[in-house]
């Protein structure tokens, strides 16, 4: 027997040490490739369709938002501005935006130069999830933040409608977003800045966009003045139905704007989704019960100015709250929102054409600072025991003051320096003639 299996036995004990090799070798192939990131399609495809969808919040959401709310003779004007300004951040965004806000700086103010013109980003190259071990494609996450630059400038325009110069706008907006929100986005969303270090909770942008474009939108009110026969001439909406459509489509590309922020389709996506609902429903309904208590009859320019105010004050806070904490929340945004819009700016006589500040502004800071509040996970929320609501309210409070101040100051600057060079109105028979006709050479309406 140990003749005949003499030499197999020993060609088994020579191959022994390459078998134990190769063994190795895929033990350490299996173990690589179990640690590498994970690209699960189902959030890729989801974080494309957010993508889209805050993109149909601008165009042609807050566009014919907007639109319907000026007069016939300035509509297009809206449109227009909400446009050209979109297509142009989008280019900026390309160019450096993404490297100043999320290009891997140490500074917590802005994320340095290393991914100018996308530098270095392929098809390959992927961005980090808030789950360990999963990942987007960059480009994805790219086109998703490029979305919320497109549209946050665009939202500035309804303070000062029917009387700036279209020039004005663009280079006022280019610059805006290079001073303004670049680094308020890389200060709350980037995890070198200064304001995410900081502990402060902001799920889709509620200083980002809302506190940060209220702001500048005031800012921008008072700087470039009234309107020509304010308070004696008819300045009201033109068109409800384009205002209602606008609106209607801005709650639904809200899904891509705040469930889109999760970067996952999973559980918390379905929470950010379902207080989307609930928060702005509620909001809705409050606007439209105290319009009626007042006034005696509810207005479709209520209902769709409180929708709004709904959405923005969850959108800080739609990752953390319950839905009933986004249903206070809504209500109160609601009613605080409805004070500024009726009360505050008649008695400071400031013209806000279209709200700005009054709901994103003031629906923002509410939104904001009630994150910090009913995040509890004795409210409802999502955080646990050792959650404390004073400590992070007080966060809260510090994150919205440095973005009150540091746009202001800035956006002050800004209209200045605007105005200096390009200048920042029409002058008074233009703007009565409207500024469809006389810086588009059209008309929204025939006969």
Request: proline share 2%.
């Amino acid at each position: 027997m140990l003749k005949k299996y003499g030499l197999a036995g020993l060609s088994l004990l020579a191959a022994l040490p390459a078998l134990a090799q190769e063994a190795t070798t895929e033990a350490a192939a299996t173990a690589t490739e179990a640690a590498a990131p994970i690209m699960d399609k189902g959030d890729v495809a989801w974080m494309m369709i957010s993508a889209v969808l805050v993109l149909f919040m601008t165009l042609p959401g807050l566009a014919l938002f907007y639109g319907g709310l000026v007069r016939s003779k300035n509509m297009l004007s809206v449109l227009m501005q909400t446009t050209l300004i979109a297509c142009m951040v989008m280019i900026i965004w390309v160019v450096y935006g993404y490297s100043v806000t999320f290009g891997g700086g140490t500074s917590p103010y802005w994320g340095g130069t290393a991914k100018l013109f996308l530098a270095g980003v392929t098809p390959d190259s992927m961005a980090a999830t808030f789950s360990a071990g999963y990942v987007i494609p960059e480009f994805v996450f790219i086109a998703f933040q490029m979305t919320f630059a497109a549209i946050t400038p665009a939202l500035i325009i309804g303070a000062f409608a029917e009387r700036i110069k279209f020039k004005a706008v663009l280079l006022f907006s280019a610059l805006w977003v290079t001073f303004v929100y670049f680094p308020i986005a890389h200060m709350v969303w980037d995890a070198n800045g200064l304001i995410f270090g900081m502990g402060a909770i902001d799920f889709a942008g509620g200083t980002v966009v809302h506190i940060n474009a209220g702001v500048a939108a005031l800012v921008g009110c008072l700087v470039i003045g009234k309107r020509v026969g304010l308070g004696k001439e008819n300045m009201a909406p033109h068109s409800m139905v384009m205002t209602m459509i606008g609106a209607s489509m801005l709650w639904v590309g809200w899904f891509g704007f705040n469930v889109g922020s999760n970067l996952e389709a999973n559980g918390g996506a379905g929470l950010a989704m379902f207080n989307t609902f609930v928060a702005t429903a509620s909001a809705a309904l409050v606007w439209s019960l105290i319009e009626g208590v007042q006034r005696g009859k509810a207005s479709m320019l209520g209902a769709a100015s409180g929708m709004v105010a709904g959405l923005v004050a969850i959108t800080p806070a739609c990752g953390t709250v319950g839905p009933i904490g986004a249903i206070v929340l809504g209500a109160i945004a609601a009613a605080v929102c409805f004070f500024f819009v009726t009360v505050v700016k008649n008695k400071l006589k400031y013209d806000d054409s279209l709200d700005v500040f009054g709901v994103h502004g003031i629906g923002g800071i509410i939104g904001a600072i009630g994150t910090g509040i009913f995040s509890a996970g004795s409210l409802g929320g999502v955080k646990g025991d050792d959650y404390g609501i004073a400590a992070q309210t007080w966060i809260q409070i510090q994150a919205v003051a440095i973005t009150i101040v540091w746009s202001a100051v800035i956006s002050f600057l800004l209209y200045k320096i605007v105005d200096m060079v390009v200048g920042l109105r029409v002058d008074n028979d233009t703007e009565r003639q409207g500024l469809d006709l006389t810086s588009h050479g059209e008309q929204a309406y025939h006969g």
